[in-house]
């Protein structure tokens, strides 16, 4: 069926360098986007959402980009820090007022 | 505000005892989501209800699951008998639907394992 799914699981970078995280979906009906964050021990937390009817968006140290022709998904985080390390989660709409979750990617900050 | 709180945050309990997790969400919201976290599934939705009514449950694994929300700030996800496979992170999530937005807010979780 169609799905939302991570290019890659583990993300290390070094802090202060920016990172980009991507996502792949394939529901082409999909008309909205949202970027999770998870800390251990913890529940996802909202960063950032995007409508298929824009191609960015930015928030504070985060931006989001959505590129409908390739189904494709990313989030860059300027200058990351030591706080930004969790796992990072892209979920869809799927109609209905449902998300569906991809498997996240882990993001380790190397100090 | 107190976010959403989800109780307890820790249940350790043996297989074919029911277990009953709590759920109390943001004020003002109008619908609750249920999920489950395990490394190999993921994130999955089990059931969401909005004004206190199921909506979709197609994401409860079997009749050993149970949910109701008997009003706006209080919800229980009950299992009856568990089992081994149970284990995980169960979460709890609120939002208000029909502003546009499907951003959900996330309870803490509970880490249940049955032994």
New interface residues.
């Given amino acids: 069926g169609e799905s939302v799914g991570l290019h890659l699981p583990t993300l290390s970078v070094q802090e202060g360098d920016n990172s980009i995280i991507n996502c792949a979906y394939s529901n082409s009906a999909s008309d909205?986007f949202?970027w999770?964050k998870q800390e251990s021990?913890?529940?996802?937390?909202?960063i950032i959402?995007i409508r298929s009817n824009m191609d960015k968006r930015q928030g504070q140290r985060v931006t989001v980009l959505l590129n409908k022709t390739v189904k494709h998904l990313s989030l860059q985080i300027a200058a990351t820090q030591p706080g930004d390390s969790a796992v990072y989660?892209c979920a869809e709409?799927l109609g209905?007022?449902?998300?569906?979750?991809?498997?996240?990617t882990t993001v380790t900050v190397r100090a | 505000d107190a976010g959403?709180i989800q109780s307890p945050r820790h249940e350790v309990t043996e297989m074919g005892q029911e277990v009953t997790l709590r759920c109390k969400p943001i004020s003002g919201h109008n619908?609750l989501f249920w999920y489950r976290q395990t490394m190999m599934r993921?994130?999955e939705?089990l059931i969401?209800f909005?004004n206190n009514v199921p909506?979709?449950d197609s994401g409860m694994p079997e009749d050993r699951f149970s949910a109701k929300m008997p009003n706006a700030s209080f919800s229980t996800l009950k299992i009856q008998p568990s089992e081994p496979r149970d284990s995980a992170v169960y979460?709890c999530?609120s939002?208000f639907?029909g502003r546009g937005?499907?951003?959900?807010?996330?309870?803490?979780?509970t880490r249940l394992t049955v032994t």
């Fill in positions: 909205y949202i999770y021990g913890k529940g996802p937390q909202f959402d989660f709409n209905d007022y449902k998300l569906s979750f991809g498997a996240g | 959403v619908s993921g994130l939705l969401y909005n909506i979709d979460f999530a939002s639907l937005t499907y951003e959900q807010y996330f309870g803490p979780g």
